[in-house]
């Protein structure tokens, strides 16, 4: 099987081959960047091992910290859930019309797995696993894909050590009709580029992010509809709809915020209209409703049991469950760890009440 892999550069490599502080200064965008910083983003982990922290971790534990964080959409035996990436499986699959590319079956490097895990893992709280519990992370991946045994103890001293199934079916394709010409420092065109860089158009004019106001689109339009939405409001007066906005009422500004935090619980929870139950249920309406009150919804014994007792989701309660959902409902399938800050647990709650009307 023959596959083109590109060189990855570090961030060390890369700023120099930049020269960031004459770009910077020849530009007048920002600063150099500090020693300490390029260390702290530096986290890329080359296949000969180099970047590799120091530390340890075994199946055992790995088998816990990946429940905990990683099930929930990787599945208790990494075997995926719904379409979240399988990471064990497809062995002899390659050659199929549909093979199933999977840590075991497909990938070459170990460092790979260590270095995506670190970087972007838990979904939604990336970089918050110790070093050691990455380690243990991936040695139980690499038991779900029988690579290793149960009692296995990974660590930077025996990473290289282990074999990866299909190490060896990866080649760089250098054929001159190949793109592997183009990246080569000899083949690179530095020609012809332009004088100048202008905008085009910006980000609201491809209606890529929200309007905002006070600017000069959402002055343009809206205004002369603005008229007669009051005019039919006045005239619907009886209607109860005011009442309802009293008794929903948030902050809107805040619940904006929260719907940007909401993005950590997007993989698993729906809202808005064509809602629907996923890995977790639907949140639409869940402020101030019994607790587990979806239909069609599996929840957990002591989830159930709350309901039956008319436990409801106020502020108190959610906020609780925010900061730490294992130690409100310890059985419960949600294996988020919790948000840390209070900030964004209070604007998570005002943007659960905006779809709770």
Not at 124 to 132: I, L
Request: aromatic share 10%; hydrophobic share 40%; proline share 6%.
């Amino acid at each position: 099987m023959s596959k083109f892999l590109p060189k990855l550069m570090t961030a060390t490599a890369l700023a120099a081959t930049l020269s960031i502080p004459a770009f910077a200064e020849g530009f007048g965008l920002g600063r150099p960047a500090l020693p300490e910083e390029i260390t702290a983003w530096n986290l890329d982990i080359s296949p000969n091992g180099d970047g590799l922290p120091v530390g340890s971790g075994s199946v055992e534990d790995g088998e816990m910290i990946f429940s905990e964080n990683c099930a929930v959409c990787h599945g208790e035996f990494a075997e995926g859930v719904d379409n979240w990436p399988k990471l064990a499986g497809g062995d002899g699959t390659l050659a199929d019309k549909d093979p199933l590319k999977t840590v075991g079956s497909y990938w070459p490097y170990l460092s790979t797995v260590y270095d995506y895990v670190r970087r972007s893992m838990p979904f939604g709280n990336a970089q918050t696993m110790s070093d050691d519990d990455v380690y243990a992370i991936t040695a139980y991946i690499l038991y779900s894909n029988y690579i290793v045994e149960d009692d296995f103890v990974l660590s930077n001293e025996n990473f290289l050590d282990v074999d990866m199934p299909n190490a060896d079916g990866f080649i760089v394709d250098d054929r001159p009709s190949s793109e592997y010409t183009i990246f080569t420092e000899e083949n690179a065109c530095y020609e012809n580029c332009k004088d100048s860089v202008e905008i085009t158009k910006r980000a609201t004019v491809l209606d890529v992010t929200p309007d905002e106001a006070g600017t000069d689109q959402a002055a343009a339009e809206p205004a002369p509809e603005a008229a007669p939405v009051e005019v039919a409001v006045a005239e619907e007066a009886p209607v109860e709809a005011p009442a309802e906005v009293v008794t929903a009422a948030f902050d809107a500004d805040l619940a904006a915020k929260g719907e940007t935090v909401f993005k950590k619980c997007k993989a698993c929870h729906q809202t808005g209209e064509g809602a629907t139950n996923k890995t977790g249920p639907i949140l639409n309406g869940v402020f101030m409703a019994k607790v587990a009150h979806v239909d069609g919804f599996k929840y957990s014994n002591d989830m159930l049991g709350a309901n039956e007792a008319g436990t409801v989701w106020d502020e108190a309660h959610l906020a609780e469950f925010l900061a730490k959902p294992k130690s409100v409902y310890a059985k419960t399938k949600m294996t988020f760890a919790g948000l840390k800050k209070d900030s964004e647990i209070a604007a998570v709650i005002e943007y659960l009440k905006s779809v709770s009307q």
